[in-house]
Nanobody, 130 residues
Framework: QVQLEESGGGTVQAGGSLRLSCAAS????????MGWFRQAPGKEREGVVG??????TSYAESVKGRFTISRANANNLFLQMNSLKPEDTAMYYC?????????????????????????WGKGTLVIISS
């Protein structure tokens, strides 16, 4: 069982930066892949970036070079968002799924519905003004 809680969202001008945080509460000794998704108004939810147990990352093309995911430990995930654009406006969600050490984020996303994620936070809103 995993409980996720995002924070750090807000309103920022285009070109600015935000740092999102995700705190995970776990109640077992399982290991997890973790990542970020977002859903803009009128659009489908999409993957932003994820990280596996080896620290390997997988970024959506739209954020590559601007966003950076990091994992301080098993229970604390971050998303540094730089050079923000109006099209980055969305609700951002932290998500997690069980992962073995030899599995990648892309593998995790392919394991089932909802991008394979079993646990989701409630989201934090990011609004980028022009």
């Amino acid at each position: 069982q995993v409980q996720l809680e995002e924070s750090g969202g807000g309103t920022v001008q285009a070109g600015g930066s935000l740092r999102l945080s995700c705190a995970a509460s776990t109640y077992n000794h399982m290991t997890y892949c973790m990542g970020w998704f977002r859903q803009a108004p009128g659009k489908e939810r999409e993957g932003v970036v994820g990280i596996d147990m080896n620290g390997r990352t997988s970024y959506a093309e739209s954020v590559k070079g601007r966003f950076t995911i990091s994992r301080a430990n098993a229970n604390n995930l971050f998303l540094q968002m730089n050079s923000l654009k109006p099209e980055d406006t969305a609700m951002y969600y932290c998500a997690a799924v069980w992962c073995d050490s030899d599995h990648t984020w892309d593998w995790a996303m392919s394991t089932g519905p909802n991008y394979g994620m079993d646990y989701w936070g409630k989201g934090t809103l990011v609004i980028i003004s022009s």
